[in-house]
């Protein structure tokens, strides 16, 4: 089936530190790859996708490549600021299952300034 | 635009009573979806809906959930009786186009956050 595996947090860095995230999966076919935000009191936004293999999705400063090779889409920022206090999660779409997401577990991120 | 509106925003019940919970999705879109988030877990799909008709409801409990979209709009989800268990947050999204998510992505509303005593 199909299935996204997310590093443990909480994550805690200090303000300029850089961003990792790991995310796995594990999915028959071609599935497409997200990263969605959780900030404190609202509602999970997207972040950042990729629908194909070795694409790269960006936004606000994050990035993470679809590594087919390697079954991963990690979520990396060069520079985290306080305000990226959140939970991040890794999620997946397959077409064979229907259209719906599957999220992993989320990692909750700290920057302390 | 306006973004998916969910209400109650709490609630609390004791176990082996309903509860409802309502979603207004974002105009013109035409899939909805409800998913429950347990404390520490990501999102998990209850029911998916095209219109006002079910794609998806294999991981809805039905014994005790049942969910319609009669006018193919706004939607609520309904336990009856209520478990422990069911203590989460249930979260509403909405997106144009069922099949093509990957240019459509969803749209969450904030939750109902529900515990059950």
């Known amino acids: 089936g199909n299935s996204v595996t997310q590093m443990e947090g909480p994550v805690t860095l200090s303000e300029e530190a850089f961003l990792t995230i790991n995310c796995t999966y594990t999915a028959t076919g071609y599935p497409s790859l997200f990263w969605y935000v959780q900030y404190p009191g609202e509602g999970l936004q997207l972040l950042l996708k990729?629908?194909?293999?070795?694409d790269k999705g960006s936004n606000k400063g994050f990035e993470a490549t679809y590594r087919k090779e390697t079954t991963s889409f990690h979520l990396e920022k060069g520079s985290v600021q306080v305000s990226d206090s959140a939970v991040y999660f890794c999620a997946l779409l397959n077409s064979n299952s229907g259209y719906a997401l599957n999220f992993g577990k989320g990692t909750s991120l700290l920057v302390t300034p | 635009e306006a973004g998916v509106a969910q209400s109650p925003r709490y609630k609390i019940i004791e176990k082996r009573q309903s509860v409802a919970f309502w979603c207004n999705p974002i105009?013109?879109?035409?899939?909805l979806y409800w998913y429950q988030q347990i404390l520490g877990q990501g999102p998990k799909l209850l029911i998916q809906f095209q219109n006002n008709g079910v794609v998806d409801d294999s991981q809805l409990p039905k014994d005790r959930f049942s969910a319609e979209r009669l006018k193919g709009v706004d939607s609520t989800l309904k336990i009856q009786p209520a478990k422990l268990e069911d203590s989460a947050v249930y979260l509403c999204a909405s997106s144009f186009d069922k099949g093509n998510v990957g240019n459509s992505p969803l749209h969450f509303g904030n939750g109902t956050r529900l515990t059950v005593t």
């Open positions: 990729a629908t194909k293999a070795d």
């Open positions: 105009s013109g879109h035409a899939t």
